[in-house]
């Protein structure tokens, strides 16, 4: 979760939601490396990423990895507006059945939506 200037004030545990260790083992580096280059050129458009070889190797001291361990996630509701109303009706009574966090005040909220747009019209 991105921690804004207006969160500033709240308790470390309000807002915390990953856990982040630096990598700088050159090894471990590599294998960060080539896990972003499979996921954003799964083709293998790339040279071969190894500590002791061009064009990767090199260029590793200058890099500091991040490795995130996700340790809490808090969603943002979307209203769905253009959804059948029955299935609208149906998420809010599931979220005030389930009664975590912010789910009640957002199926009220889904609710009033519901009595003021109604179906949805294109």
Do not use: N
């Not at 280059?37 to 001291?61: C, E, M, N, T």
């Not at 507006?81 to 199926?107: C, F, I, M, N, Y």
């Amino acid at each position: 979760m991105l921690v804004h200037p207006w969160d500033a004030g709240l308790d470390e545990a309000e807002w915390q939601a990953c856990h982040a260790t630096i990598v700088d083992d050159p090894e471990a580096k590599a294998e960060l490396l080539r896990r972003q280059l499979a996921h954003f050129q799964p083709d293998g458009d790339h040279g071969p990423v190894a500590v002791d070889q061009p064009p990767y190797g090199r260029i590793l001291s200058g890099i500091r990895g991040l490795r995130l361990e996700v340790t809490d996630v808090r969603a943002k509701f979307k209203y769905d507006d253009h959804k059948p109303v029955e299935h609208r009706s149906t998420v809010a009574e599931r979220l005030t059945e389930r009664g975590q966090g912010l789910d009640v005040p957002t199926a009220r909220r889904q609710l009033r939506r519901l009595d003021r747009i109604g179906p949805w019209k294109s």
